[in-house]
């Protein structure tokens, strides 16, 4: 069982990345998944989260409007799709799933996942 990110990068501010996120071992589209990040001497924060089937979605409020979710479930992924990127968010992303039926603010709010994926690195240049 694994979650494997990736798509990271170096963009210009203003730029887009979409960052993927592969399941391995299960069947991603009957979990909860989250994205979450953490920058360089910060403590890790939510992103957005998207609950089972997804009923609920809950965006950080500094992504709203710039990122977006969606599944891609042939291919058991999930995609973050980033746009209208800042240097504020250069970070370490992080996605995660979990099997539970909880609305997509709880996973964002308390941040308790069945697994998490490695990170990969987001930098955005000014």
């Known amino acids: 069982v694994q979650l494997q990110a990736s798509g990271g990068g170096l963009v210009?501010?203003?730029?887009s990345l979409n960052l993927s996120c592969a399941a391995s071992g299960f069947t991603l589209d009957r979990y909860a998944i989250a994205w979450f990040r953490q920058a360089p001497g910060k403590e890790r924060e939510g992103v957005l989260c998207i609950s089972a089937r997804g009923g609920t979605t809950y965006?950080?409020?500094?992504?709203?409007?710039?990122?977006?979710?969606?599944?891609?479930?042939?291919?058991?992924?999930?995609?973050?799709?980033?746009?209208?990127?800042?240097p504020?968010?250069?970070?370490?992303?992080?996605?995660?799933a979990d099997g539970?039926?909880?609305r997509a603010?709880?996973?964002?709010?308390?941040?308790?996942?069945?697994?998490?994926?490695?990170?990969t690195l987001v930098t955005v240049s000014s």
């Open 12 to 15: 210009p501010a203003g730029g």
């Open 88 to 96: 504020e968010d250069t970070a370490v992303y992080y996605c995660a």
């Open 105 to 119: 603010s709880w996973y964002y709010h308390h941040a308790q996942f069945d697994y998490w994926g490695q990170g």
């Open 59 to 86: 965006f950080s409020d500094s992504v709203k409007g710039r990122f977006t979710t969606s599944r891609d479930n042939a291919k058991n992924t999930v995609h973050l799709q980033m746009n209208s990127l800042k």
């Open 100 to 102: 539970r039926r909880y």
